[in-house]
Nanobody
Framework: VQLQASGGGLVQAGDSLRLSCAAS????????MGWFRQAPGKEREFVAA????????YSAHSVKGRFTISRDNAKNMVYLQMNSLKPEDTAVYYC?????????????????WGQGTQVTVSS
């Protein structure tokens, strides 16, 4: 199983970025998907999750209204649209897959992880 995250970069506060995660080696529609992030010196934290079909999504309070998770099961892709970025959004962002179809907000419930993509937001 491989999860390849991409789309990170250096942006200014208020800008937007779209992260993508390409999944292979698994039956994608059998997995809930999530995005987590980890800033230097901090623990990995939940950002957003989406159930197997895309009908239900969940977002952390800190990103609600700014970030949107989506998926395309035909393409084995999950996305994170990030708008109105803030310096505190700076982190390495990871996509993850869980056999728990509704997805999860808890990192330990995820079975597979991507390598991460760096997002840096300057003020």
């Amino acid at each position: 199983v491989q999860l390849q995250a991409s789309g990170g970069g250096l942006v200014q506060a208020g800008d937007s970025l779209r992260l993508s995660c390409a999944a292979s080696g698994l039956t994608f529609s059998n997995y809930g998907m999530g995005w987590f992030r980890q800033a230097p010196g901090k623990e990995r934290e939940f950002v957003a999750a989406i159930n197997w079909s895309g009908s239900n999504t969940y977002s952390a309070h800190s990103v609600k209204g700014r970030f949107t998770i989506s998926r395309d099961n035909a393409k084995n892709m999950v996305y994170l649209q990030m708008n109105s970025l803030k310096p505190e959004d700076t982190a390495v962002y990871y996509c993850a897959a869980t056999r728990f179809l509704p997805s999860s907000l808890v990192a330990r419930e995820y079975d597979y992880w991507g390598q991460g993509t760096q997002v840096t937001v300057s003020s």
